[in-house]
């Protein structure tokens, strides 16, 4: 594959995430207001219950051999917030790949613990690509490979540095939407839920009425 097909392809699953995310900002913010889309909204968690950590873990793993990919297929450089994102996203791959096997849903707030860094230093970066002059304050760019050069740009907007943001925001938000626990009729013990037919059945014998 070439790096201009591989652009187009990263693109594209981009817009994809964008679409995703747009859809749980309306019906988040709707549900506020509307018992209508509130009702939506939750139908919404239980259609993903259960696939948000394979979802997250899928484009943490895209995320992870994009960007070696770009940097060991097409040699591009990364530069020094580069590397800060990859900080963030790397470990994801392991994490959450260890979270959908053993059923793990917990692993949420340790994902959120390295998405929330990574999306500020992501932010940032799209910050310096649009405005280089930002990249002046602190010391932090190497000179001879600027955070501001844009090596990959597709439809105008989505570089490198928004790829990793879409990433970290998409994997952010399926962990915000991952229940705690499976639904209750996924977790229902058949056991259980006998003996409690059984008792309220033994409640109705006490409680009926004997004839004269």
């Given amino acids: 594959m070439s790096k201009q097909s591989?652009?187009?392809?990263?693109?594209?699953?981009?817009?994809v995430c964008w679409a995703f995310l747009a859809v749980v900002l309306v019906l988040?913010?709707?549900s506020l207001v509307s018992g209508r889309v509130k009702a939506a909204f939750s139908d919404l968690r239980d259609l993903l219950d259960g696939q948000t950590l394979p979802?997250?873990?899928?484009?943490?793993?895209?995320?992870?051999?994009?960007?070696?990919?770009?940097?060991?297929?097409?040699?591009?450089?990364?530069?020094?917030?580069?590397?800060?994102?990859?900080?963030?996203?790397y470990p994801l791959a392991i994490i959450l790949?260890?979270?959908?096997?053993?059923?793990?849903?917990?692993?949420?707030?340790y994902v959120l613990g390295l998405n929330i860094p990574t999306i500020l230093v992501s932010i940032w970066h799209v910050l310096i690509e649009r405005f280089p002059e930002l990249e002046s304050v602190g010391t932090s760019c190497d000179p001879t490979n600027p955070c501001s050069a844009i090596v990959v740009e597709k439809f105008g907007?989505?570089?490198l540095?928004?790829?990793?943001?879409?990433?970290?925001?998409?994997v952010a938000v399926l962990m915000l939407l991952t229940r705690s626990s499976p639904l209750d009729d996924e977790i229902e013990d058949p056991d259980l839920v006998a003996d409690v037919d059984e008792a309220e059945e033994d409640a109705e014998t006490v409680g009926a009425p004997t004839s004269a």
Avoid at 164 to 170: E, G, M
């Fill in 6 to 15: 591989a652009d187009t392809v990263f693109a594209i699953l981009t817009l």
């Fill in 28 to 30: 988040a913010l709707g």
């Fill in 55 to 89: 979802l997250a873990w899928v484009i943490s793993l895209v995320a992870l051999t994009g960007s070696l990919a770009y940097s060991e297929v097409f040699h591009l450089v990364p530069c020094r917030y580069c590397w800060f994102q990859r900080i963030g996203i």
């Fill in 97 to 109: 790949g260890i979270a959908v096997f053993t059923g793990d849903r917990s692993v949420k707030k």
């Fill in 157 to 159: 907007i989505i570089t």
């Fill in 161 to 170: 540095p928004v790829m990793a943001l879409t990433t970290s925001v998409t």
